[in-house]
């Protein structure tokens, strides 16, 4: 079993940064591929990045290509999600996910985050 912790969401406003952090416990963490995904009201959860189990191939999705950058560090089982230049249209609960293989569709991951609230005011 895998647990995942995030951490680091908040109130900032557009234009800034925050730094998301998800940490796991459980099976080997470095056998698993991670990814974010991010739900705003009303709207169904969708991809934000992922990353393979090495840390080399990454994926993100349009709305954030540029702006986010994922990154993990297997010997502290963390990942990580630096947002810079935030808009308020990317105000959502976001969560971590762990899998065995780096996709973008939900259904593949295993395990998942309880979330952490980003809000982004305008």
């Known amino acids: 079993q895998v647990q995942l912790v995030e951490s680091g969401g908040g109130l900032v406003q557009a234009g800034g940064s925050l730094r998301l952090s998800c940490a796991a416990s459980?099976?080997?963490?470095?056998?698993?591929?991670m990814a974010w995904f991010r739900q705003a009201p009303g709207k169904e959860r969708e991809i934000v990045a992922t990353?393979?189990?090495?840390?080399?191939?990454?994926y993100y999705a349009d709305s954030v290509k540029v702006r986010f950058t994922i990154s993990r560090d297997n010997a502290k089982k963390m990942v990580q999600l630096q947002m810079n230049r935030l808009k308020p249209e990317d105000t959502a609960v976001y969560y971590c996910?762990?899998?065995?293989?780096?996709?973008?569709?939900?259904?593949?991951?295993?395990?998942w985050g309880q979330g952490t609230q980003v809000t982004v005011s305008s």
């Open positions: 996910a762990a899998g065995r293989v780096a996709t973008m569709t939900s259904t593949t991951y295993d395990f």
């Open positions: 459980g099976l080997a963490f470095s056998v698993l591929a």
């Open positions: 990353i393979d189990r090495s840390g080399h191939s990454t």
